[in-house]
């Protein structure tokens, strides 16, 4: 029986700006060059003539001033047509919208050119985590199945199993010391973490952080310990007087042992808490017994992998590997009270294959079809 812990589980170009100069003011008008005014070279040849009073007098101021008047406007079209500043006038200024300052210094040389843009840089981003695999994904895929055979670690059955609850709790002891030296292995090349159970022998009903009831082996994941009925073995110790009936005691208590530590090595490698989450999330009762079946089975796959991987030293011989065969044909949940842990149809089928093949390959209960988990 295996009860589980609840789950809860640009760079920018900046835009160059026109180069406004002052306007390119036109040299100050030059008038014309002044005329040269005087007399001619005097008159050779002969006496003057008798002097004329002349009235050339005259002529002369009026020339003058028509001249000066002439100059002036002429000037004045000249500086009209030409827009003349003087400098007493005010210099001419150049409005436009102000854009975004230049990095440059405006007082630069208008005629440095502009630093050359510079590549964009990539931008370092962190990868997304990667995908965790689905509850299904763990039961089916998980790497614990691909690490093959297992090998002997010369585990021997004690010889005394339960005429007293001292005399269980060392038979179970001893026993979880041959499956502590058995999993690593396995456990560390599917990639995970191995860690030996607890281990508690109870004298009666046991309680624990997965719940209390009546006097039954069990795991508990919350606390990664196997609680072993030992007040029931020996009981059934003092009631079988026959030698076959006591081997048989010793069968069932090794199995039950190595039955709960299968539960062990599921919670280890992920498979048990994912299938707590699909037996929640069954849509029926029946869809959810299913899985606690496929659950329990493979956790009687798994001990029937280390009871033949030690074949030789436990020894599996003689009434010993009789009695294992009456149980792996007569135990179902036919006897219990619920479908829960597959029928006496069904059992046999993955404690044989397991047993001969002492593969994890051969425990994949997951992938079978409904008809191997009934």
């Known amino acids: 029986m295996s009860n589980q812990q609840p789950y809860g589980g640009a760079q920018y170009q900046h835009p160059q700006y026109p180069q406004y100069q002052q306007s390119q003011y036109p040299p100050r008008f030059q008038g014309p060059p002044q005329q040269q005014f005087g007399w001619g070279p005097p008159q050779f040849g002969g006496p003057p003539p008798p002097k004329k009073k002349s009235k050339a007098w005259i002529l002369i101021p009026l020339g003058l001033g028509l001249l000066v008047i002439i100059g002036l406007w002429t000037v004045g079209v000249v500086n009209k047509a030409n827009r003349h500043d003087d400098y007493a006038d005010p210099q001419p200024t150049w409005t436009y919208t102000p854009e975004p300052q230049p ?9 440095t050119a502009p630093p050359k843009p510079t590549a964009p840089q990539p931008t370092r981003t962190t990868p997304p985590p990667p995908r965790r695999p689905t509850d299904y994904e763990v039961v089916s895929r998980d790497a614990f199945y691909r690490t093959g055979v297992q090998t002997s670690v010369g585990c021997r059955m004690p010889s005394a199993s339960a005429p007293n609850i001292g005399t269980a709790s ?16 396995q456990v560390r090349t599917g990639r995970d973490v191995f860690r030996p159970p607890n281990l508690v022998t ?37 009631k079988y007087r026959q030698s076959y009936n006591r081997v048989y005691l010793k069968v069932t208590m090794a199995d039950t042992m190595a039955h709960e530590y299968g539960h062990h090595l599921q919670k280890l490698t992920g498979i048990l808490d994912a299938n707590h989450d699909m037996r929640y999330e069954a849509p029926t009762r029946a869809g959810e017994l299913e899985m606690t079946r496929r659950l329990e089975l493979q956790a009687t796959c798994l001990a029937a992998v280390f009871e033949g991987a030690n074949r030789n030293t436990l020894p599996m011989t003689g009434q010993y590997k009789q009695q294992w065969i009456w149980l792996s044909n007569n135990s179902g949940d036919e006897y219990d009270t619920e479908r829960s842990h597959g029928s006496k149809y069904v059992q046999p089928y993955w404690m044989n294959r ?10 994949n209960t997951f992938t079978a079809t409904p008809d191997k988990v009934r």
């Open 202 to 238: 109870m004298n009666g009903s046991g309680t624990s952080p997965c719940g209390g009831g009546p006097a039954r082996s069990f795991y508990c994941g919350s606390n990664q310990t196997i609680y072993i009925d030992g007040l029931s073995d020996v009981r059934s110790y003092a």
């Open 103 to 111: 990095t440059e210094d405006p007082s630069s040389d208008p005629t």
């Open 354 to 363: 397991a047993f001969n093949s002492r593969n994890v390959a051969s425990c």
């Open 170 to 185: 060392n038979f179970n002891r001893a026993l979880k010391a041959c499956l502590d030296r058995a999993w690593p292995r």
